[in-house]
């Protein structure tokens, strides 16, 4: 079984007991869903859109430290000092905040869970930079193959054909890390959040279900998922209260229509998690 407190290896304890510290043990409940309307993305030229936004490490460093801050029950423009400085501080133009803007306002009425979106969720129910800790020998490798591998992990096909080529490489890169964001619908589903500014093409299009399947199958990022998704179910375990799923949704935050193209979507069964619990 896997150890979630350091301590029982004469270690301080690991970051995600932070959940704890935080308060995320007395989650409250919801309280009404707010229509939500369309975002349209005015007076911004193809050069100037999200599709657009320059790539790399520090682009997406300054977009993920954007969301990091972002109040999700405000819109962008209740907050473009914050935005502007972030982007001024990474070294991106004013040009690019209206594009900015409109990406952030999708991401936050993107239906998640069920009819929920992060506009939703009030600030006691979700955290941001989940921090937590894994150990290598917990994973063993041809078990991690075989079990993304199988039909009934939920994987696409394109994830279960990746998981069959991972090495020790590619698991030891996910073991320690931060949880873009943890949340708690009104419904008591917990879904872990993570960000992807990675560009796929040039329009929203270019981020269909099976753009993304590929993108998340190339990256490994399936593995990333299912490791967040252990740590929050080992969370909730030990302290008693063992959920009996958990939904993962990574954003890609180029992609956000408003429909299905940018959200990626595995929801996992914690009884197919035990023998990591």
């Not at 707010?34 to 790539?55: K, M, Y």
């Not at 000092?81 to 009425?109: I, K, N």
Request: net charge negative; with cysteine; proline share 5%.
């Amino acid at each position: 079984m896997g150890i979630l407190s350091n301590r029982r290896r004469g270690r301080s304890k690991p970051s995600f007991y932070r959940l704890h510290e935080a308060g995320f043990n007395h989650l409250t409940d919801l309280t009404g869903f707010q229509a939500l309307g369309n975002i349209v993305s005015d007076g911004l030229t193809d050069a100037e859109d999200i599709h657009h936004f320059p790539r790399g490490t520090n682009a997406g460093i300054c977009l993920h430290e954007i969301l990091e801050k972002f109040d999700f029950s405000l819109s962008a423009a209740e907050q473009a000092e914050t935005v502007r400085e972030s982007l001024s501080r990474y070294g991106f133009e004013p040009r690019w905040q209206p594009a900015v803007h409109t990406m952030l306002d999708r991401c936050r009425l993107a239906p998640l869970t069920a009819v929920y979106a992060l506009a939703d969720i009030p600030p006691q129910n979700r955290l941001p930079e989940m921090g937590f800790t894994l150990y290598m020998e917990d994973f063993g490798l041809e078990r991690l193959r075989a079990w993304l591998a199988h039909p009934n992990s939920g994987l696409p096909p394109e994830c279960a054909e990746a998981a069959r080529m991972l090495d020790f490489k590619d698991v030891q890169g996910f073991l320690s890390g931060f949880i873009d964001m943890v949340y708690q619908d009104s419904d008591g589903l917990v879904c872990i959040i993570d960000y992807k500014s990675n560009h796929l093409g040039n329009n929203a299009e270019a981020y269909t279900p099976q753009a993304m399947n590929e993108a998340m199958a190339h990256h490994h990022y399936y593995l990333q998922a299912l490791i967040y998704a252990i740590a929050v179910a080992r969370y909730y375990t030990l302290r008693r209260r063992p959920l009996p799923r958990i939904a993962v949704r990574y954003l890609f935050l180029r992609g956000l229509d408003g429909g299905e193209n940018g959200v990626w979507s595995w929801n996992i069964d914690t009884a197919d998690l035990t023998e990591w619990l």
